[in-house]
């Protein structure tokens, strides 16, 4: 069983910052590929960037520029570092990890951009 535990999450006034974290409870290079996925208000889940185990990354349009994912393969920890916040990045974002037979989310961390 993995655990995930995300944080970095908080109030932002438009185009500001964050950096969201989640540490993984066991080896983070046992996933095939982790990602960051968010929920708005009222809507579904969404794939928002993703990290391969090779570091190929891939950006929804709406982020590619903005947002950017990393990782600490020593800390076993997931990055999404959000620049240029927007007030429809507003979500829930939760934090995947991807093995071939099973995923896992973790509990998620609310981003609020707002003025």
């Known amino acids: 069983q993995v655990r995930l535990v995300e944080s970095g999450g908080g109030l932002v006034q438009p185009g500001g910052s964050l950096r969201l974290s989640c540490v993984v409870s066991?080896?983070?290079?046992?996933?095939?590929?982790m990602a960051w996925h968010r929920q708005a208000p009222g809507k579904e889940r969404e794939l928002v960037a993703q990290i391969t185990r090779s570091n190929s990354t891939y950006y929804i349009p709406s982020v590619k520029g903005r947002f950017a994912i990393s990782r600490n393969n020593d800390k076993n920890t997931l990055y999404l570092q959000m620049d240029s916040l927007k007030v429809e990045d507003t979500a829930v974002y939760y934090c995947?990890?991807?093995?071939?037979?099973?995923?896992?989310w973790g509990q998620g961390t609310e981003v609020t951009v707002s003025s």
């Open positions: 066991g080896n983070i290079l046992s996933a095939y590929a």
């Open positions: 995947r990890f991807n093995q071939l037979t099973a995923g896992y």
